[in-house]
């Protein structure tokens, strides 16, 4: 797979399980029966138990889509447009508008095949929601929050441009942790190039 063949598009319904395929091995190292044998310096297993990402959730996640008409949340994936037929998803990404800061856009959902990883698959998918933010959402700052004991995660973030804050917030699925851990919300100005 060459670089130049990879894109970004809209995510449909037909990319299911490349989705959940793709979230849940980055996030956990494990979707079904696959184990990823070298987990990824994104994956939080040990952190957080369970699928990172239900069929039920990614459902909710394509009729918040249809909703909004793609303009306030949206799921984007990287795909190999050289390959012809069923495409296979080799990352995620999926972009909210805040529900109380209108001009915000919410980051979530980041995530490449772990084999894949440091080919700057994630960086694509950054920039395309970052451009969309702001020219069809009308969004000058991106948001994402980040679990605040996961300095890798937070220093690759900070490469990206995005800024600590010092604001945190509780895990929203506490009954998930396998320790003690919160969010901190990271922040960036979009402008245009």
Request: glycine fraction near 6%; include cysteine; charged fraction near 25%.
């Amino acid at each position: 797979m060459e670089q130049n063949t990879i894109s970004v598009r809209i995510a449909c319904a037909e990319d299911n399980d490349g989705i959940l395929r793709t979230v849940n091995l980055a996030y956990r190292g494990v979707h079904g029966d696959e184990k990823v044998t070298n987990p990824a310096w994104t994956n939080e297993s040990h952190l957080v138990k369970n699928p990172r990402l239900s069929i039920a959730e990614l459902e909710d996640i394509f009729k918040s889509m249809k909703q909004s008409n793609n303009k306030d949340d949206v799921l984007f994936v990287a795909i190999d447009s050289a390959v012809t037929g069923p495409q296979r998803v080799l990352g995620t990404l999926r972009i909210q508008r805040d529900g109380e800061r209108k001009n915000v856009a919410e980051i979530g959902l980041l995530s490449v095949e772990p084999s894949l990883q440091s080919k700057g698959i994630g960086r694509m998918l950054l920039q395309q929601a970052q451009k969309y933010a702001l020219t069809e959402m009308g969004c000058d700052t991106a948001a994402v929050y980040v679990v605040h004991i996961r300095e890798s995660l937070l220093d690759a973030y900070s490469k990206f441009g995005f800024q600590k804050t010092d604001l945190t917030f509780p895990f929203p699925v506490p009954e998930n942790q396998l320790q003690p851990f919160h969010m901190v919300l990271m922040e960036k100005k979009l402008v245009t190039n």
